[in-house]
Nanobody, 123 residues
């Protein structure tokens, strides 16, 4: 599976961006998907995931209520809508495909990773 992330850029605080993650080589509807981010000097953290087993979505406390993960199976693409962005959201964002149908925030549970897209939130 190859993942191509896009949509990063510069946004002002309070602004919005939508990240996309296009997959090739396999269909995304078989496995859970996740979005992670890594800020400079920090470890990669899970911020959102979607299980295929039950369709449930999960969010970290830091993004809950502001970010939304969705999937378009017809386009084999995953999205992360990010609203009300904050400076602390500045990071490289990665999409990933899980080893199973159950989503998690643990990086170890993911087998395939996109290349990352940089999001900068600054006034």
């Amino acid at each position: 599976v190859q993942l191509q992330a896009s949509g990063g850029g510069v946004a002002r605080p309070g602004g919005s961006l939508r990240l996309s993650c296009a997959a090739s080589g396999s269909t995304l509807d078989e496995y859970a998907i996740g979005w992670f981010r890594q800020a400079p000097g920090k470890e990669r953290e899970g911020i959102s995931c979607m299980s295929t087993a039950d369709g449930m979505t999960y969010y970290s406390d830091s993004v809950k209520g502001r970010f939304t993960i969705t999937r378009d199976n017809a386009k084999n693409t995953v999205y992360l809508q990010m609203n009300n962005l904050k400076p602390e959201d500045t990071a490289v964002y990665y999409c990933a495909v899980s080893r199973t149908s159950i989503g998690s925030m643990d990086t170890g549970g993911y087998r395939y990773w996109g290349q990352g897209t940089l999001v900068t939130v600054s006034s």
